[in-house]
Every structure is written in structure tokens, then in C-alpha cells.
């Protein structure tokens, strides 16, 4: 960025998510509902540049930079430099990519593909719902279906009924049922699994020898981190020359105890998460993900605008496979720069992140 600038004028306004469809429950939680609202916030510099972005997280304190030169609190080549600035972690580096003139995927490098693998992380446990009268296996189908009409070529299935919503036998059978009826359904697609931590390390094993002829992609939060339990599945996979992935870091993570799993071998795949770890965080993290031999995902529930924060890191950071899908549309948000196309996600050249607030 050439030139001084100033932060003049911090403001913020409420922002919705709306999902083509009402999603239900997970392992851990009930219904999801029909899409949840955080912050947009929007940053101005004296010269007359904007930027914004989404901010999910703890009532923040917005206007602690306000008056400062940009160059004190942001760094085009590695991200917000005050801890006080955080909360403006997106909004600035869209307000960068604008001043440079540069979509942020160019900012942070090009080290990966413009056209990113998305999948859907919509398919919870249709089967279930409503109460009063569930579709059982139907419902994912019909969801899985829509959601490949829809651009998708990878469907991330929700399991881990038998944890709070089924007894865990029961619930364990119809997880195995769920995956089986769906890679029938979509032999040609990528599958992963997300347990949401209701699986145990020896439910996990069971899981991987039923579904071995599955070809799933990757296995999600089997159980809250430990690496006795992660060993044990390691060892499994190992002797059944499985290709399949552990991934895990989503849920409060401690990085560096992530980064440690990861160096004994235990995890394949890190998911923290796309805003609440942060863009700046990411940017950190990655040379380490790489030394590591180990590949990134950062997690993008709850806001379609995520997955495309997520894409973005994804295209310039390398290292990310594949990113998830939030289905849906953001209120006042013109997203029409970025395709999906036959499960990839292309990005806009334009500056910033491409979105335009209507």
C-alpha cells in the first residue's frame, strides 16, 4: 500500500444469513434453524477507501483504532498488527485488496488454485425431523439431492445420532445407514463425516471398518481432541491401508496443542475457524501447517459469506483442499462474482473480496 492512511470512521449493522431450507440437529445441538446474524462491519480511511467484512464473535469495542495510520494497525503481507484492531480483521484486509487494487487471494500470495473443491456442510439429520412425523432416511436424500442441484460435488453427512438424540446402538445403526443409502445415492460425489465429538475412539473404529468400502474423504471431530483416542484411530487406519483423513480443530481450539496432534502424526486436516481464529491467525498458522506436511480447512459454518472468506484464504494461502459450503444467501450482500461450477468454487478478480453491499 503506497501512501498514508488514516482510519477515520468504524460503524457496523446487523447482517443475515438465510438457508434454502431449515436445518435440524447435530450430535451436540438442536435445530439450526433458518440462518443466524453477526456483524457487518465497514471501515473508512480519510483518502475516501472502504472496506468491510464479518465479524462473529464477543460485543466488540470498534471504535479503538479510530483516528490511527492504517500502516500502525494492518500489514498487506501479514494482517492486523494491534490486537485491537481483530475485530476489523476481514474489514481490513478487504479495505487493503481495494487500496492495492488486488483481490485478497492475490494479497496472501496466489499459492492455490482460483478454483477451489467446496462442499456441502448442510446435510444434518433430516431423518429425524419433525418430531411428530420424521422422513427418516428420505429427508437426507432429499437434502443431499438439493444441495447437489445446487453446484455441490462433496456432501458432508452429520452422525453421531446415538450421543444425544438416539440410544447409541440404535443411533449408531442409523448413522451407518445414513452414509451407506447416500453413497449409494451419489456414488460419483466426495463424502466426509463430522461426529460433532459424539463418537468415542472405539465407536470411531467400528465406524471405519463398517464404512470401509465407503470412500470417505475425511472424518470430522470423533471426539474431543486427545491423543491416546487419535492414536488409536491412526493405528487402525494404518493397518488397514486406509486413505481416509482425520481432521479436527474446530471447536475452542488451542492451536498450538492442534499443531502438536498434528506433528505426532494424529491429525491430517486443522479447522479452525475462518473468523473466530481469524484471517491474520490463518496467515500465521500456515507456514507451520506446511512444515508440517499436513493440510488446512478453516471451518465455515453458520454464514455462507464464510465459505467465501474461507475460499479466498484457501486460493492464496494453499494447503486447503477443500473448503465448506454454507448454502443460503446474505441479506443486502451481492455475491454474484463467485460460481460454483460442478463442485468448485470460482473466485472474483476483483479487489477486496469481491462483495458488494447493496
Known sequence: MTGTHRLIEVTSAPLRSRYPRTIGRNARLGAHGDGPTALAVSVRTDSGATGWGMYEGPEPDLQACVGRPLEEIFDAGSGVLDPAALPLDVALHDLAGHLLDQPVHQMLGDHGPAEVAC????????????????????????????????????????????????????????????????????????????????????????????????????????FAEQADGLRRVREHLLAAGSGVLVADGEFDPDADAVLELAAEGLLDVLLMDVLSFGFTAWRQLMPRVRELGVLASPHAWGHPLKTLYAAQLAAGLGGVPVVEGVPGTTDGVDTSAYRLEEGRLVLPSSPGFGLVRR
Not at 452429520?158 to 447409541?168: D, E, F, L, V
Open 119 to 222: 462442499y456441502s456442510g448442510a446435510i444434518y439429520f433430516d431423518d429425524l425431523d419433525p418430531d411428530d412425523a420424521p422422513r427418516g432416511i428420505e429427508g437426507v436424500l432429499s437434502a443431499c439431492e438439493a444441495d447437489r442441484r445446487a453446484g455441490y460435488r462433496g456432501l458432508k453427512l452429520k452422525i453421531g445420532r446415538g450421543n444425544r438424540w438416539m440410544a447409541p446402538e440404535e443411533g449408531f445403526a442409523r448413522d451407518l445407514e445414513v452414509v451407506r443409502a447416500v453413497r449409494e445415492a451419489h456414488p460419483d460425489l466426495r463424502l466426509l463425516v463430522d461426529m460433532n465429538d459424539g463418537y468415542t475412539p472405539e465407536r470411531t473404529v467400528r465406524f471405519l471398518e463398517e464404512t470401509a468400502d465407503c470412500d470417505l474423504f475425511w472424518i470430522e471431530e470423533p
